[in-house]
């Protein structure tokens, strides 16, 4: 669900840039869409509201897990939307962006988004364990966490080996339902010769230990590493075959404006799946006062870690690489209001 949310605030976020370039240089047409968006934001608290207050009435009723989830189905249906538009919207989007640069432009772009986004993504993990140090949004269900089974160990080589594979899966099928993962239990039977001191003689023995021995394995998921790469460099080429590849940069960027369309529509339903979606979450809890304690705490958690990161860190690293206000353009303001309601509706 988590992931949903994100998924879905950069879908928002890209329609928000599309539309910005398209109503360029129109002032009413531009007021209009600045509207529109006050109006959805409105209405997405408005439902959220409503579905709390509707998920707390409906809890006397004792529900049954059928009718529960008959009941929360518009809010799964939202759900499906957008994850079902994450791998069209960002082939079409990579692929169309790469293929209107020339090559040099290219790799130098990249080599600082990469920076950019190791960069950022450190500061972000460091950001997340600090907080969560601090807050403890776990404490108090240590009971719950111990009977759980313990975590298999993954050596820092065979994780590293499992990014670069993922990057390049053996098919285009997997990209939209597995990535690569290394789980690691076996147990070797080897032999050892050991000096015997005594008689000043070798001597053979059996030994069984456990040794850490990688195991292929997959795991249900969007491989989004290997999606990017692989938009990446089949943008890049038919960015170079020049009128060869023309006819297929004008088919991305079709798809690309035929999405955003489609998240434009999926945005005016979200109010209603995010009210059925709240509220059946609300009626399916069993210990609410466990439970609303244990989300609170992580919603806190969650919107601490975010606006640390977005409110000081982004626009630090923004001046100090731009020079500029950053606080002066509002989309970055609006965009950061929809990914924190995003991740308090998961």
Known sequence: MYSSALTSSKLLYTLKNLQRKNSAGDDDETMKIKQLQNKSCQMDCLFWLVGVILGFSLRPYKMSYREVKY???????????????????????LITGMAALDSKASGKMGMRAVIYYMTTTIIAVFIGILIVLIIHPGKGSKAEFGKQQTIEQ???????????????????????????????????????????????????????????????????????????????????????????????????????????????????????????LIAGKIVEMDDLTQMGGQLGMYTITVIIGLTIHAVLILPMLYFVITRQNPFVETLVLHSFRIVVLLNVFA
């Not at 040794?211 to 990446?232: D, K, R, T, W």
């Open 71 to 93: 009941f929360s189905f518009p809010g799964e249906v939202l759900m499906r939307m957008l994850q079902m538009l994450v791998l069209p919207l960002l082939v079409s989007s």
């Open 154 to 276: 993954i050596s820092p080589a065979d994780a590293f080996l499992d990014l670069i594979r993922n990057m390049f899966p053996p098919n285009l099928v997997q990209f939209k339902t597995k990535y690569g993962k290394r789980t690691v239990h076996l147990t070797v039977t080897i032999n050892d010769t050991f000096f015997n001191s005594t008689n000043n003689t070798q001597e053979v023995m059996e030994i069984t230990r456990e040794e850490m021995i990688p195991i292929p394995g997959q795991v249900n998921g969007l491989n989004a590493l290997g999606l990017v790469v692989f938009s990446m460099c089949f943008g890049l080429i038919i960015g170079n075959m020049k009128e060869q590849g023309q006819l297929l940069r004008e088919f991305f960027d079709g798809l690309n404006e035929a999405i955003m369309q489609l998240v434009a529509i999926i945005m005016w339903y979200a109010p209603i799946g995010i009210l059925f």
